[in-house]
Structure formats: structure tokens, C-alpha cells
């Protein structure tokens, strides 16, 4: 049975126009058993690596560990519609090019991703890549830049199998391709069933800026092929530093000799 990696649809007006297969949308399921080890090899060269958020319990010995039912930390109100904008236009900000999360020790390249023609997020096939949501909000710009990676896959944890260990006060780090970059700050991990994923939410492109980092979690379907749970990591920009006023006098460079020499 197919089924989507990430529940939620983006808004509809946001989606980048027609909608396209390729690379970053495949969504093919295969289940973690003993048996089909041999054989998911052989599919995926046949198909296309076919990765979406699998359960390997039987080949890593150390799962992530997912957030309980209570959640934590506490999530933004954003005080803005959470609608859909009418325009889908970027703002000023650059596309980001990389992510680095310290507290997972992770440092990676990104790449794009589009929506399907179901409307749902699309992911990279490789599990070691992490897509940002291409035709969303810019991190920085208003609304909720969507960054997607995988939590495992047959061979190994993916590239987001460390997510759900982040914690209030984490920070995350985009790069943009000005050479600038912007920090954000976790403040909340929710767990939700993937029929209950809030589009409005997750999605949002309008409002403040916010980081939203999105992965599988919760109990292994094996009867469907799939996690039964998205977990969402909401995180909020850093405050912009204002540069320091300039204040009179000399500066201190130099003046140590017209002062004796002393420390």
C-alpha cells in the first residue's frame, strides 16, 4: 500500500504551480521484515530508491527517541492568518542551502522539494538528504520555512533519525546561498497522527517567521508500510542583533604607552 511520508497538505496556492514527479517525490513502501531485505535491494534499483519513513527496530539498535503523547515545550501563538497567501510570491529572503543542528551534530546540504500531484509534500529519496520546502516561505521571510528528512529507512537511520532528541532552546542554523544565514531557536516537538497533521499550522505562510523541521515518528504500521505519526519541530528566529551605537572619545588601540606602560 502507498501512502504519503508526511500528512497535511501545503496551501494550494502555494504549491508552485502544476506539480511534478522526480527524485523528490517518490513515495513507494516496503516493509522492514527479514525477508524482504534481499529483495527491497533489487526493487529499488528497478524503481528508483524507494524510501519513505520505514521501521528498521531489526537492523539499528538504538531507535530515536520520539516525544510522548504530552508533547513539549510550548508552541507560538502566531497572531497572523494562517491562510494560504494569494500571490505564492517569496519574499526577500535567499533559498537556503544548508542546515546545521549542534545539538544532533548535524551539517548537511539541502535540496528542494515540490508538492505532489496528490498536494502532498514531496521528500528526497535518499534518506541521507534533507528537502526544504521549495515553493514555501524562505527561512526568514514571513510564514514557516518546511524543512523534510526521513527517519530511517531499510539500510540505516536517515538524516532526521536524531530529530525528536532536540529540546526546547536548540538551535537550528540555515544557510543561504548570499552567504547569509539565519538562526532559529526550538521552542516546541509535537507528535501528531498523520490524519490530524494541522495543515494551517505546519504550513503557514503568513505570520512571523518560524522553522518548521518535520519527520515520521510514532508506532511502525507494518500492515501499511509506514510510521503512523509525523512529528514537527517549531522553531522561532533568533533576534536580529542591532549594531552597537558608536560612543565618542578615543579608541583604545594605541594607548597603552600614554598611559605608563601598566595594564
Not at 500531484?117 to 521528500?123: E, H, I, K, M
Not at 552567504?179 to 521552542?187: M, P
Not at 518560524?210 to 507494518?222: F, Q
Request: with cysteine; hydrophobic share 30%; glycine share 14%.
Amino acid at each position: 500500500m502507498n501512502s504519503p511520508l508526511f500528512s497535511g497538505r501545503p496551501p494550494r496556492s502555494w504549491r508552485g504551480g502544476r506539480p511534478r514527479h522526480g527524485p523528490d517525490t517518490h513515495r513507494l513502501r516496503y516493509r522492514p521484515t527479514a525477508a524482504l531485505k534481499s529483495a527491497a535491494g533489487a526493487l529499488a534499483l528497478a524503481v528508483g530508491i524507494a524510501l519513505t519513513c520505514l521501521g528498521i527496530s531489526e537492523l539499528v539498535t538504538e531507535p530515536a527517541r520520539a516525544p510522548g503523547p504530552g508533547d513539549i515545550g510550548t508552541v507560538p501563538v502566531h497572531t497572523g492568518p494562517a491562510e494560504a497567501a494569494t500571490s505564492g510570491k517569496h519574499g526577500n529572503a535567499a533559498p537556503p542551502i544548508r542546515i546545521r543542528i549542534p545539538a544532533i551534530g548535524l551539517d548537511q546540504p539541502l535540496t528542494g522539494v515540490r508538492v505532489q500531484q496528490d498536494g502532498r509534500l514531496g521528500v528526497p529519496q535518499d534518506p541521507s538528504q534533507i528537502g526544504w520546502w521549495s515553493d514555501g516561505p524562505r527561512p526568514g521571510d514571513p510564514g514557516a520555512a518546511v524543512v523534510v528528512g526521513h527517519v530511517d529507512s531499510t539500510t540505516g537511520p536517515g538524516a532526521f533519525h536524531g530529530l525528536s532528541t532536540l529540546r526546547p532552546g536548540d538551535k537550528v542554523t540555515l544557510a543561504r546561498d548570499d552567504r547569509s544565514s539565519v538562526t532559529f531557536t526550538v521552542q516546541a516537538l509535537r507528535q501528531y497522527e498523520k490524519d490530524t497533521l494541522p495543515d494551517s499550522k505546519v504550513y503557514a505562510t503568513t505570520g512571523p517567521p518560524a522553522l518548521h523541521l518535520i519527520t515520521c515518528s510514532g508506532t511502525y504500521d507494518r500492515t501499511r508500510g509506514e510510521y503512523r505519526d509525523n512529528l514537527v519541530v517549531y522553531a522561532t528566529p533568533l533576534p536580529q542583533r542591532e549594531p552597537a551605537a558608536r560612543e565618542g572619545g578615543q579608541p583604545l588601540t594605541g594607548l597603552r604607552g600614554q598611559h605608563g606602560g601598566g595594564p
